[in-house]
Structures are given as structure tokens and as C-alpha cells.
């Protein structure tokens, strides 16, 4: 029987947004590494953050890519065309014991050109959340046009890893 780092007692099998993929704008367009993962913790390689795949219960596998230092993650999607967007939503993962952190910052920006970025939304953990493990989302709502959709996401000084699985862009 193995160590769980995180408490599954109210957990029994897999998550379930892993269950099935989920339908959304950015599945199967072309992501653009500017802060590249680690080859360690690849998913299934460039298009695990959009190939409608969430993630399990364990970082491990072809669902979560891992990022660390520098920027952490920088990441553009290409949605081929100006586009109407409502909601963009990524999820991140903490758990503690193996040094994976939810962000100290998010940001989410648009672009038509893929040059001129414009911030949607950002935001800035103060103090990481002394939780061992959870999943959570960043996410932003709202009405704007775009061709572009980066997001980025990096750590403070304490450093450690970002985990996340999909950015789904409705």
C-alpha cells in the first residue's frame, strides 16, 4: 500500500474532471512555450495544456507539465483567429510535500497580433496557502475579442514548482 501525501479519505477514485475531456476554443490549437516545462514532467508534450485532458489526483503521468524557475510558466495559444472570449480558466496544483506550489502570481493577457499584449486579469498570492494539497482554478470572466491568450504564472523567492493541466478558453 503506497503514502499518500495529500488526504484522500473523502476522495475515492479518480478525479473527476479527469473523467472525460472537456470541450472548449483552445482545444487542439498550437501552444507557444515561452517558458518551457520541464521534460521531467511533460504531460504528453506541446499540446497537453490544450488537448481537453485534466489532470488526476497525482502530478505524475500525461496530464499535469511541471515548470520551475526563472518565469515558470509563459505559455501562448493561438486560436487561429480573432476570436469572442467569455471565460479562460486554468488549474493548478499544490502539494506541499514534494515542493509544488500554487502560483505567488497569475496573469492572463490577449493579443491580436501576438506582439502587444494587454493583461485581463492578475493575480497575486501575498502568502501561499498552508495547505498540503488542493486543486484550484484561475479564472477570469468577462467579454473581449482576441487571436492570442498567454498566460503566465511564476513563483517568489521561495521558489518551487508550478503544476498545471489545461488552460480551457470559452
Known amino acids: 500500500m503506497g503514502y499518500n501525501f495529500f488526504d484522500l479519505r473523502n476522495e475515492r477514485g479518480r478525479r473527476k474532471e479527469s473523467l ?8 487542439g490549437k498550437p501552444v507557444t512555450y515561452r517558458a518551457k516545462y520541464t521534460e521531467k514532467y511533460r504531460a504528453t508534450g506541446d499540446g497537453a495544456l ?22 515558470c510558466m509563459d505559455v501562448v495559444i493561438d486560436l487561429g ?22 502560483p505567488d502570481s497569475v496573469e492572463l493577457l490577449v493579443s491580436n497580433d501576438a ?22 482554478p484561475f479564472t477570469w470572466k ?18 518551487g514548482w508550478v503544476f498545471c493541466d489545461e488552460v480551457k478558453v470559452w
Open 20 to 27: 472525460s475531456p472537456v470541450k472548449h476554443l483552445a482545444l
Open 50 to 71: 490544450t488537448d481537453g485532458q485534466r489532470g488526476d489526483w497525482v502530478f505524475k503521468g500525461d496530464r499535469w507539465q511541471g515548470f520551475i524557475g526563472g518565469e
Open 81 to 102: 483567429a480573432e476570436t469572442e472570449l467569455h471565460e479562460v480558466s486554468a488549474d493548478f496544483l499544490q502539494s506541499m510535500g514534494v515542493d509544488i506550489a500554487f
Open 115 to 136: 506582439q502587444n499584449f494587454t493583461s485581463l486579469s492578475r493575480r497575486d498570492v501575498p502568502q501561499h496557502d498552508k495547505r498540503e494539497y488542493f486543486i484550484e
Open 142 to 159: 468577462g467579454n473581449v475579442k482576441a487571436r492570442y491568450v498567454r498566460l503566465k504564472a511564476k513563483q517568489g523567492a521561495e521558489g
